[in-house]
């Protein structure tokens, strides 16, 4: 980034042979990122982050097909997705929020059922970002098409970790973050399959082909780009090393505290995250304490943290209060290593030891428990 903020600090749209050397980087990087997802160059456009291009492929995916009204998602889309739809369900779109069981997973017979000939739009998530579950997109993509609906994916938490080929896809529209392939924050990126017509978001002036009006953020694009470039690089050996340390990780903690789950499917899960449920203690705690040793974890996910209710992801699998409250993620990436997993291993049982220690619940039997499970069935 630091060359484009401050030698080529040029605006690349621009005609002098400055703003040409710009171009030039822009363009390598809009091709690093097609090539990671297998798509075409023009097929991408720059964003600002996940959140916009998750509100800008939703959006245009409406205004392409005014006559239609339904969208379908689900009850576990990152806040991104499901505010808007609650937003859009205001201005008199119908919305439907397809379930999960408790591990999880989508009803494909439900997706099937959801859909009619009034869906504009499914937009279903790559992978959980809070659990990984990993959903089966090309059945589901394959079902929309069936119905003439167009097909959003919010793949934030998936590029890098899952190969892509936009090119044998069903996929209309794709979103991707930096900062989850090691890019910096506050850049993201959008995939709008050739041929699928498309309004602009943010209106302005003809940049991204007339698809985000705006002046690009040049280092941002240019960084984005060597992320893709080195996410595809590394895809194969980074999805074995982080399944094989994300899975050491899991077995040690399961093995040697009492009263652990990991919450998601064991198997449908993206190779780096794991979701564990530490039963009878408060989850806010324990990262609390494992900020005292520099180890990084969370509760929910980092948009909704602090607001202290439990996770919708995790509500939405129907889990009991006890395994709610007390679940953390750890996300691992190509830079964790053996010995950080080790420390981890080395730490969190006293940590648990202290925190169970000190809590009034610490068996399934505590009738406190039983009638807060009960209140959250029956607000549910
Ligand atoms: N979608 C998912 C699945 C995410 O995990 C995130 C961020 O964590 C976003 C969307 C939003 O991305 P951004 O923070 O770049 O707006």
Not at 66 to 82: F, S
Not at 94 to 111: A, F, I, K
């Amino acid at each position: 980034m630091l060359p484009y903020l401050s030698q080529y600090y040029f605006n690349h749209s621009s005609m002098h042979s400055f703003g040409g050397q710009v171009s030039k980087a822009v363009k390598t990087a809009r091709k690093q990122v097609a090539s990671l997802l297998g798509a075409d160059i023009s097929e991408i456009v720059f964003t600002s982050c996940g959140t916009e291009g998750d509100n800008a492929a939703i959006r245009a995916a409406l205004l392409a097909q005014p006559n239609k009204r339904h969208i379908v998602t689900t009850e576990v889309e990152h806040p991104a997705v499901l505010n808007l739809c609650k937003q859009l369900e205001k201005q008199g779109y119908t919305v439907t929020y397809l379930s999960v069981n408790g591990q999880g997973q989508l009803d494909l017979d439900e997706v099937q059922a959801s859909l009619t000939g009034n869906t504009a739009l499914v937009s279903v998530m790559y992978a959980n970002n809070e659990t990984g579950v990993v959903f089966p997109i090309e059945q589901i993509g394959q079902m929309a098409k069936e119905y003439g609906a167009l097909f959003h994916v919010d793949a934030v938490q998936a590029v890098g970790k899952i190969p892509l080929n936009m090119k044998t896809s069903t996929i209309d529209l794709l979103v991707l973050s930096g900062h989850k392939i090691h890019g910096p924050k506050g850049m993201g990126a959008l995939y709008v399959r050739r041929g699928t017509k498309f309004r602009p978001l943010l209106v302005g002036g003809h940049q991204e082909r007339g698809r985000r009006g705006g002046t690009e953020n040049v280092a941002g694009i240019v960084a984005l780009g060597k992320a893709a470039e080195l996410a595809q690089q590394h895809l194969v050996h980074n999805v074995e090393q982080e399944k094989r340390l994300r899975d050491r990780l899991e077995r040690g903690i399961l093995e040697t505290i009492a009263d652990t789950v990991v919450n998601g499917h064991p198997t449908e899960r993206l190779p780096n995250t794991t979701n564990i449920g530490f039963k009878y203690i408060e989850g806010e705690a324990i990262l609390l304490l494992l900020d005292r040793y520099g180890i990084c974890a969370s509760s929910g996910s980092a948009c909704t943290s602090g607001s202290l209710e439990p996770s919708h992801v995790l509500r939405a699998m129907g889990l009991p209060y006890s395994v709610l409250h007390g679940s953390i993620r750890f996300s691992l990436s190509r830079y964790t290593t053996e010995a950080e997993v080790d420390r981890v291993l080395e730490v969190v049982p006293g940590i648990i030891e202290r925190l169970r220690a000190l809590s009034p619940f610490n068996s399934d039997e505590a009738g406190w428990l039983q009638e807060q499970e009960q209140s959250l069935v029956t607000s549910n």
